[in-house]
Every structure is written in structure tokens, then in C-alpha cells.
């Protein structure tokens, strides 16, 4: 499971002069970010007039002039310090200076029709699917981005937008950076124009259309996210790691075994961490030989041996200037940054740089992976992912729902969304969702609702009555066993859904 930690300063290790460039090869600066990762008391961040504060500092003692003298010696060593830059672990520290506030932009790529999803794409977009009885798949990019102090973000869509653009107008569209740093988060749909009557044809192409926008905005780098992954990510490290290696590319990289290895686009690196070579889900001697140190990157060397292999997230931070050239000068046909855009910058001699990501991470694209992703939130003891951590918190559309009502309920390893309505009922490792209403005698097993959009009036209930209808959520006595049950959803009293043939039994 991925649990962003606060950043805790690390221990400083002082190296005489002559041996400081070699050190900051694989090392984290926390002063001014440049490639050695190297600080200088004197004239570095004080003269710059920020002091960071992760530093090592020495205070003159009370005697004399010569101690005095002594602690501006000090000072003036330069100061390596440990972590290495392409891990994202829990001990690294941030310091990036600008901000990442004023200095990157953020980029979600809202995804294709969503074909594997279907039919929970029917009549919305893939980020605004819902997740963990009270958020949507959008938040966790949004969450990432305001948790790492990136505040100006722009999600790029092209299908069944509606849902989308209303929830994040509802949840992120006060300004939500304050005054100076004029924060945002903004819906781009695809849109034909009189220079290109075509609409995404992927995601370089979607960001390429955009890019007469994102271009004027006086950033260093552009942070390309995808909005249908599951996972807590600390992008300030990220992006000192690309400030610090002075890298044009840096991609995001998942460790993996050679089971998982084989579906997944790999990639293989040189002793400084440096992409070299790609290859689109290898197998037999071609997976063999995309075998990597990960030591490299981080990794110790019992998980190094465990695994060999990286995999690209489809989480790029890509230099401002490198990205005009690349998507208008040297790849102006390219519709695909993992496929086309990113190989073809490492073939041109661009600096390209893996950053070692190894936590919890999922992509939503399958039904499968959607069922298992939200039943992961109520393992025990510990969650696959967590909506607990206060140091990294999810946020979503505040909708100011009343507390969940049990009453005479047995509920068991189960997550219960906001304003639900409970009675009488047996519910056991499910995720319930916000607004859910499931009457007396139901069993719900193994099972994710995903709620409803509202509550229906006492006159509604009344007119359904007269009509024979059903009302919105569970009826009486209905069993549900492994099943996803969409929003505003009607099922009547006596219900089975149980799958008696055990169709797609593999799903877990």
C-alpha cells in the first residue's frame, strides 16, 4: 500500500570539496536543486535570499573570534545529502525552489471512450466513474496534485463530459490557490477548430491541441497524469528528481516481477537511471532481456532480486520547452506519448529519466480491476489503499449528507458511504455508497454500490406506490453476492443476484 509520509529531513553528510561532485551523483539536494544536488552555505540559498530548511547549520560559540572564524569555515562546506534522487521513500525531503505551486503545470488526460469499463462508461467519462463509496476515480490525480502543492491543473476530456465537469466545478471550483497563486482546476473537451477539425487522437495529440494555452503560463514543467489510476504520490519528489538529475523527460516507473513484467510496456536503464530502451509487453528472451538493476533507482536488494523489471505509469513531468519542441517540431504527428513521443525523445538523444515509484498503484481501465481496486479498500488489516491518511488526504465534492442510519444491522469488514439509510440487513465485505437505502432482510456480499445521485421524495415514493414501480436502492429480502451495482439503481423485494453459474469467477 501507498501512505505518502511527511517528508522528514534526512541526515547531512559532509564531504570535503574535492570529492563533492562525485557524491552528488546519486544523491538529494535540498538547497537549490541544481544537477550536482550539492549546496554551498556561503553563496548558495542564503545569497538567493531563501534558506532552506532542511540544512546544516553550526552556531559560533560564545569565546571567541576563532570559533567564530571556525563556523564560517563550516558553513562554507559544501553539504551532500542522502537520499537518492530517483526514490520516492519515505525519508527523501523536498525543497523546490520556485515552488511547484508557481512552476508547474498539471495535465490529467481524462482517457478514450472507456470501452473496458462499459457499461459504467455508458453515460459518463472514465474520471468521473465512481470510487470508495464517496469519491471519483478524478480525485486521486486532483488530491496528488493539491498535496504536492501543484495548484494549476487542467483535465483534458473528450467523452460523456457532463458528470465530469459538474463534479469538479462542485468540488474544486472556488479558487483554490488563493489570491496570489490563482490555483484552478479546469475541464479542456476536445473541440474542432478551424486549424484542426479532428478531434483527440491521443494523449500527445490532446495535450498538443491544448498547447497554444499551456504554453502561456510561465512554468518550468508540464506534469502529465492519466485521470484513471489508483494511487497516493508525492509529485514535489518527482519533480526535484527531474530538476535534479536535469533531465527534458522524466518517467514515472513501477517496479515489477516477471509474472506482471508481461503486461506491461517495460523499460530498460543505465547506471545513472537513464531510459535506454523500450518494449511494448515482452516475453521469452525479449522480457529476459529488459532485466534492470533497480538498485538504481532506489530499491534495496532483496525487493532488487524480487523485482527486475520497470514499467512505465504514464506519469511524465516534461520540461516546458522540451515539450513545444517535441510536439510541434520533432514529433508533430505523433498522437501517443508512451508509444511514440517518449521512445522517440530517447532516440533522439533527449535525457530521459526513470523515477522509481514503489507503492500501491492500479489502473482502473477493466471492470475487474474497478471491482477489485474498491474491495481492496476493506482488507484487513491493512487496506490496499487507504482514504485515512491525514498527511495526504482525498478530497472530493463536499455534498453535506446526513450521517449514514444503521439500525438492526449486521455489518462486517464493509465501507459505508455518506447518508446512507441501513435496516435490518446483513452486509458483509462490500462498499456501500453515498445516499444507499437497502431495506430489511437484504444480504449484500462482496459487493460494491455505488449509491445514489439523490433521495427520492415522500410524493415520489407515493406516486411509484400507485404505479407499482420500485424505489431507488435494495428491496426486501434481496441478495446481492459479487456484484457492481450502478448509481440510482432499482431493485425490488426478493431479488437474487447472485451468480449461480459462477460466471468470470477469476475476479477476486
Known sequence: ????????????????????????????????????GVGVG????????????????????????????AAVARRRRPFVFSPRAVSDSKSSQTCLDPDASTSVLGIILGGGAGTRLYPLTKKRAKPAVPLGANYRLIDIPVSNCLNSNISKIYVLTQFN???????????????????????????????????NPNWFQGT????????????EHNVMEFLILAGDHLYRMDYEKFIQAHRETDSDITVAALPMDEKRATAFGLMKIDEEGRIVEFAEKPKGEQLKAMMVDTTILGLDDVRAKEMPY?????????????????????????????????????????????????GYWEDIGTIEAFYNANLGITKKPIPDFSFYDRSAPIYTQPRHLPPSKVLDADVTDSVIGEGCVIKNCKIHHSVVGLRSCISEGAII??????????????????HLAEKGGILIG???????RRAIIDKNARIGDNVKIINVDNWNSHMK
Open 161 to 195: 463530459s457532463a458528470s465530469l465537469n459538474r463534479h469538479l466545478s462542485r468540488a474544486y471550483g472556488n479558487n483554490i490557490g488563493g489570491y496570489k497563486n490563482e490555483g484552478f482546476v479546469e475541464v479542456l473537451a476536445a473541440q474542432q477548430s478551424p486549424d
Open 42 to 69: 556561503g553563496g548558495g540559498a542564503q545569497a538567493r535570499g531563501r534558506r532552506c530548511p532542511h540544512g546544516v547549520s553550526s552556531s559560533s560559540s560564545s569565546a571567541a573570534a576563532a570559533a567564530a572564524a
Open 474 to 480: 435494495i428491496g426486501k429480502n434481496s441478495h446481492i
Open 445 to 462: 456480499e462482496d459487493s460494491l454500490l455505488m449509491g445514489a445521485d439523490y433521495y427520492e421524495t415522500e410524493a415520489d415514493k407515493l
Open 204 to 215: 500527445a495529440d490532446a495535450v498538443r491541441q491544448y498547447l497554444w494555452l499551456f504554453e
Open 310 to 358: 520497470i514499467a512505465s505509469m504514464g506519469i511524465y513531468v516534461i520540461s516546458k520547452n522540451v515539450m513545444l519542441q517535441l510536439l510541434r517540431e520533432q514529433f508533430p504527428g505523433a498522437n501517443d506519448f508512451g508509444s511514440e513521443v517518449i521512445p522517440g525523445a530517447t532516440n533522439i538523444g533527449m535525457r530521459v529519466q526513470a523515477y522509481l515509484y514503489d
Open 1 to 36: 500500500m501507498a501512505m505518502a509520509a511527511m517528508a522528514s529531513p534526512s541526515k547531512a553528510l559532509v564531504s570535503p570539496p574535492h570529492r563533492a561532485s562525485a557524491a552528488a551523483a546519486s544523491t538529494t539536494s535540498c538547497d537549490s536543486l541544481r544537477l550536482l
